[in-house]
């Protein structure tokens, strides 16, 4: 009977299998944790820039719309409700892959035709139907409810207060001189509006550039967070598959590691008793069955 070798050998793969899978759980614990942080710095990050971005693109618009024409954009405002619902849909008959995992068995891949139905997740903005949350959001921010339609330079407090300002000059002078309202008074106000506007008008675009370059550098940086966790999170995932590989490997190297010593005792003490009569030595490999084997 293998007796203590056995008990010894099979005590020592269970221990080594033990130890391999503890290392292998807290070294995937370790990436699980590196994971969420990376995750949570984005966010936070995202965050952070996310009003300069929003600003910027205000500007970028108005700049857009100074220097291009067309539809005036709506400044401020809130993004419009995005509604999640799951719809049924029904599939054409064509040929997908089905991947079957039967407990302690291998994966295999059965292929069969696609008729449906199944659920779909889907988001509605207004009228609009998305597939994806991330085109609804954005779809949502970028034509909100609400808000105040851009009124262009001429609206700008700025403007209407040096404009006002030149106005109160030129009806003081005409006023004292019994010209309030007439052609002559009016026609230097106009004079004197365009002369300002002309003077004005590029440093404005100025502004209006300066202040949209700092929502493509807010972009800018949201697009480095975005990489950088994309690096680390792809390290913490390979970390993951790591760890659960080296587990199952290290059990595996336990367990045989285990057996292989149970075997060299078995067959050390077999070879040095003294109870076998002087017959050959049975050893552990030989057929459970023989004379002498491991049952024998």
Known sequence: MPGPAA???GGSALLGASSSRKAAKAQERAANSQLELEGRIYDETKERFQPF???GLNYQNALNFELLGGARPMVGGDPQRVVEFTDQVYGDGSLK???HNAGWSDEYTEQVRDYGPRDVTRYRVGEQTFGDRAAADAYAKANPTGGTEYGGFEATPYQQYVLQTARDQIDGSAASMGMLKSGATIKAQQERGNALAGSFYSDFLNRLTGQAAQGQAAAANMA???????SGAGNALAGIGNAQAAGAVGM???LANGINQGVGIWNYQNQTSGGNGGAQPANILSAPWASGGFWG
């Not at 480095?224 to 994309?230: L, V």
């Open 224 to 230: 480095n967070a975005g990489a950088n966790y994309a």
């Open 7 to 9: 008990a010894i050998g």
């Open 252 to 254: 595996g190297n336990a």
């Open 53 to 55: 971005y929003d600003s």
């Open 97 to 99: 892959d089905v991947v």
